[in-house]
């Protein structure tokens, strides 16, 4: 539709007079239940594009949004009279650039590019799907909470315009229309790393006894010969089908340490490969007692699917890493019927600049003894116990990750400042396990110190959850994805003289890692 039919339409809505700024999609029938309605437009069956922007406002009446519908079909009919062409080189190719090919790209996680014409022209009725059901990108945070600077969940109107240009077949348009193709980092990185630390060389077998493949723990050499500050760091697996994830953290080097000997630990399981219970205040032992891993700093970066780079520079801020520091490195593969090597790299840009914020990785999570933890089956909506952490320093808090597996229902962060207000962070009411999505605040949350962080979690463990892989057991906290997990991982800058181990009191045990 035209901009000023839009417009016009538009006003015709606004009956509250609300500004407008996000639509979303809302089912016809949660029109009742959702009372933050300011106007209609669009006209998708059984859907009515809302704004957001009134919270707990007015209810409309059935008159009211019969009367509405009515309008809105004709601004619909308006629509399809008045508009120029869609084309992929004027339209769309820039919508894709944002917000797809981060991962729609060779060497990334998704399976097909979407760089040019020639790669997006078979998928365009796939895309049009994808982005109409908002599977594609994938976002889970609730659009009420927070703002994100990494959200990359498409605007009604961008949508809008892959619909038309699918409906049109699919037109290419013409070169000189087109954005400038965006110039991605060499080799696959997201990151374009100032130096790269080689990885742990690991064969992953085909088929091991009951598909487990326990975590293992690797030291390597960093080669940080003085203490360097990192403005970005990343993990880049060499084969993704294997990789379930990769996390590294910082060790002090000692002159005895052992590089590239992976150690774990047989965790006791049963026929099935499930985990055992634990008793009362037992963690799981992922290390041997004899361990050379000790002292290490806390997980610094992961690669999951959805995540694999962390960059503080939107932050101002960078990580120390001490000289001579080791890394070592958890490694979760998960066999694919095929052997493998896979050979994981780091990468590190270095500080240009003095850096006055240091960024910290950290994590909150539920007591995770089979007392405290221990999910009935069938149970469709399991309360884990929460998660909390208090604040023994400023920060700022500047990004979020929940953490479960398949059972994984629903997650909040909240914050409990001093003077007793509560604020939501982060919402995630569909969890979705194939996605372990960072989310980015877009505007730092400031926490002063004596501030909680309280993590709160569901789980569904019953058949209506597609991706429950047995729903007539009891599932305990355990590192395979048909164990369960609950943590909170999150970021937070500080003053760079902190002491990256004082800024938290956790209140609860918990497992590590992802
Ligand atoms: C965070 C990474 C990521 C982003 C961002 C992303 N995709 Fe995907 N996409 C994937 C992965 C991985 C798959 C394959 C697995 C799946 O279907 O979930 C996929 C699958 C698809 C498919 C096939 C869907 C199907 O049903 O088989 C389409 C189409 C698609 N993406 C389009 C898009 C479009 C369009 C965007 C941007 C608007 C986008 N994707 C953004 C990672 C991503």
Redesign the pocket.
């Known amino acids: 539709m035209g901009q000023r039919a839009y417009t016009r339409c538009a006003e015709a809505y606004d009956p509250l007079g609300a500004n407008r700024p996000t639509l979303v999609l809302v089912p016809i029938g949660k029109l009742y239940e959702n009372s933050r309605i300011s106007y209609l437009t669009g006209k998708k069956k059984g859907f009515l594009l809302v704004s957001e922007t009134l919270m707990g406002g007015t209810m409309f009446s059935r008159l009211c949004v019969a009367s509405l519908m009515i309008t809105v079909a004709a601004c619909a009919a308006d629509t399809s009279t008045s508009s120029t062409p869609v084309t992929f080189d004027k339209d769309v190719l820039g919508?894709?650039q944002q917000?797809?090919q981060?991962?729609?790209r060779p060497g990334?996680?998704?399976?097909?590019s979407?760089l040019t014409y020639e790669n997006v022209r078979p998928?365009a009725k796939?895309?049009k799907?994808?982005?109409v059901s908002r599977?594609?990108?994938?976002w889970n945070a609730d659009p009420l909470y927070g703002h994100f600077a990494n959200d990359?969940s498409?605007k009604p109107s961008d949508i809008d315009t892959?619909v038309k240009w699918a409906d049109a077949g699919a037109p290419e348009g013409e070169a000189k229309d087109a954005p400038p193709q965006v110039k991605f980092p060499a080799d696959g990185w997201q990151i374009q790393p100032d130096i790269i630390v080689k990885g742990p060389e690991t064969v992953v077998p085909a088929r091991p006894k009951n598909n487990v493949i326990e975590w293992q723990f690797v030291v390597m050499p960093t080669g940080f010969t003085k203490d360097t500050w990192v403005t970005s760091m990343e993990v880049k697996p060499s084969d993704l089908s294997v990789t379930h994830h990769i996390c590294v953290e910082f060790m002090p080097h000692r002159p005895d340490v052992k590089y590239g000997v992976p150690e774990w630990v047989d965790q006791p399981r049963d026929d099935n490969g499930s985990v055992l219970p634990r008793g009362k205040g037992q963690r799981q032992q992922l290390l041997r007692p004899e361990t050379q891993i000790r002292n290490s700093s806390g997980i610094e970066i992961c690669y999951l699917?959805?995540i694999q780079a962390g960059d503080y520079r939107p932050f101002q801020a960078a990580k120390l890493v001490p000289a001579g520091s080791d890394l070592v490195f958890h490694l979760h593969y998960t066999p694919n019927g095929k052997e493998v090597t896979s050979r994981p790299l780091v990468g590190f840009t270095v500080a240009k600049e003095k850096t006055q914020r240091k960024y910290i990785s950290l994590s909150v999570g539920a007591a995770s003894d089979s007392e405290h933890f221990a999910i009935p089956p069938n149970d469709a909506n399991w309360a884990s116990q929460p998660g909390e952490a208090t604040f023994l320093e400023d920060a700022e808090i500047v990004w979020l990750s929940p953490h479960m597996h398949l059972r994984g229902k629903d997650f909040t962060f909240r914050v409990e400042y001093p003077d007793g207000r509560m604020e939501t962070l982060l919402q995630v009411p569909r969890y979705d396990f194939?996605?372990q999505l960072g989310y980015e605040l877009a505007q730092p949350a400031k926490i002063p110190k004596g501030t909680k962080i309280i993590v709160t979690a569901h789980y569904d463990n019953s058949v209506n959850n597609k991706f429950n892989p047995d729903p007539n057991r009891t599932v305990y906290n355990g590192t395979m994805t048909w164990e369960e997990m609950m943590v909170g991982f999150f970021a937070v800058t500080v003053d760079k003289n902190v002491d990256p181990k004082k800024i938290l009191k956790q209140s609860a045990k918990f497992t590590n890692g992802g």
């Open positions: 919508i894709l917000n797809c981060g991962c729609h990334q996680i998704a399976p097909m979407l998928w796939a895309i799907a994808a982005v599977k594609m990108p994938p990359r498409l892959i699917p959805g194939n996605w």
